[in-house]
């Protein structure tokens, strides 16, 4: 018999295709593990609506199941809506180390004109720093470049 | 058919069918990052049409892919807005502008409500769509207060689909009979108090109306929803069950 917590574990070792350094559970994108009978459901949750990595989770995941020998399935929720306060400050670090800006904690919600926040360019470290675009290589990410190091770089940004 | 699956095959084909509208950017916007973004904002708006073409599907026992690629014009209940052609830079800011500001009043409503996949729906867009209303805040203020020619273009674009919003705060007997559905004639206000703020301080004057086109919840759409619908469907409809 295979603990919840080994599950967890094993699935959470599945890493976001678009972003590969990270884990589904580094990104809060794993939800959790319930039983139904005699199946697992390892309920997994998209960042963002459109985003086109799910179905390759989900496939990556019920392939981990198969290898754990566990008879289950993976369910996608909606509800609670991911935010990146869900990732882990693991997560952040590796995010910092492979080039991306993590979410800065502040989250852009509320009246229709957001501020613009200033980030640290993670290969360089200074705080001069200008966004490019909202939008970035992938939904979850919009485009900076340091005014130091004259390098672009990406911001995993807060949702 | 229930009443729960005619709104919810609103709110989708309205995600759908700007989805397809954005994607037509793809490769063809003024700038490279501004390919991205609306790529981007596309495929926001399209995950929003599969989970909700996947919901109003499932009362019935079709499919997302059956609903989007085999249903005929007259079936599709979006907006007008969403379907006319794509125009200049500024026309689509325009629209992007009046459309997004609509969809995140009525998300933010949406999602307290009492249906869960719709309040599920709602609560993850409302957040993808206050990124795209700031996007085009920011586009509609620098364009009409930016050169003599794109202010010209800006103004063009707002006046051209001001006729055009009217639709989108039309109640009816489905949205008042129907609990878990938001009014939307309550949006308005607040729609037009968000609007008219970037439409001011964008310099453009607030455009005018007596005209207001309507009929797209009805089924009833502009010549362009065809020519539209031919460009989506074609593949699905030459090639039926066929995979990859």
Same mark, same amino acid.
């Given at each position: 018999? !295979? ?29 959790? !593990? ?7 459901? !390892? ?117 | &058919? ?19 509208? &954005? ?69 689509? &800011? ?130 362009? &929803? ?19």
């Amino acid at each position: 018999m !295979v603990t919840d917590a080994a599950i967890l574990d094993a699935v959470g070792e599945v890493a976001d295709p678009e972003v590969p350094v990270l884990t589904i559970a580094d990104l809060g994108v794993l939800r959790g !593990v319930r039983h139904e009978g005699d199946e697992v459901v !390892v309920t997994i949750t998209p960042t963002y609506s459109g985003c086109p990595a799910m179905d390759l989770i989900r496939h990556e995941v019920e392939l981990t199941l198969q290898s754990l020998h566990v008879d289950g399935r993976v369910e996608t929720v909606l509800s609670p809506a991911w935010t990146t306060d869900w990732m882990s400050e693991a997560g952040k670090a590796k995010l910092t180390e492979y080039g991306i800006a993590p979410p800065t904690g502040r989250r852009a919600v509320g009246g229709p004109v957001m501020l613009s926040l200033t980030l640290r360019c993670p290969l360089c470290g200074s705080p001069d720093t200008s966004e490019l675009s909202r939008f970035g290589s992938t939904s979850c990410k919009s485009l900076w470049r340091c005014n130091s190091c004259r390098e672009p770089f990406d911001h995993f940004k807060a949702i | &058919m229930t009443d729960l699956f005619d709104y919810t095959l609103r709110l989708g084909d309205d995600a759908l069918i700007a989805a397809q509208r &954005m994607a037509e950017w793809i490769a063809a916007a003024p700038q490279l990052e501004e390919d991205v973004a609306l790529g981007n904002i596309g495929l926001d708006q399209l995950g929003q049409a599969r989970t909700l073409l996947q919901y109003a599907g499932s009362m019935d026992g079709r499919t997302e892919d059956d609903l989007a690629y085999f249903r005929e014009e007259r079936e599709f209940r979006n907006l007008q807005l969403c379907e006319l052609p794509n125009g200049d830079f500024a026309h689509a &800011m325009a629209r992007l502008l009046y459309f997004a500001t609509y969809q995140h009043l009525l998300y933010d409503e949406l999602r307290t409500g009492t249906d869960e996949t719709l309040a599920g729906v709602a609560g993850k867009a409302v957040k993808e769509v206050a990124y795209h209303v700031d996007h085009a805040t920011q586009w509609v203020i620098r364009l009409g207060d930016g050169t003599e020619e794109s202010h010209r273009r800006m103004q063009a674009g707002l006046d051209a689909l001001w006729p055009y919003t009217a639709e989108m705060f039309e109640s009816d007997e489905l949205v008042r009979r129907l609990p878990v559905a938001v009014d939307p004639a309550g949006l308005r206000d607040e729609w037009e108090r968000r609007v008219l703020a970037v439409i001011d301080e964008s310099t453009c004057s607030r455009p005018e109306s007596s005209y207001q086109h309507k009929g797209g919840r009805s089924g009833r759409h502009t010549e362009h &929803m065809g020519y539209l619908l031919a460009e989506l469907q074609h593949v699905a409809r030459s090639h039926p069950g066929a995979t990859w």
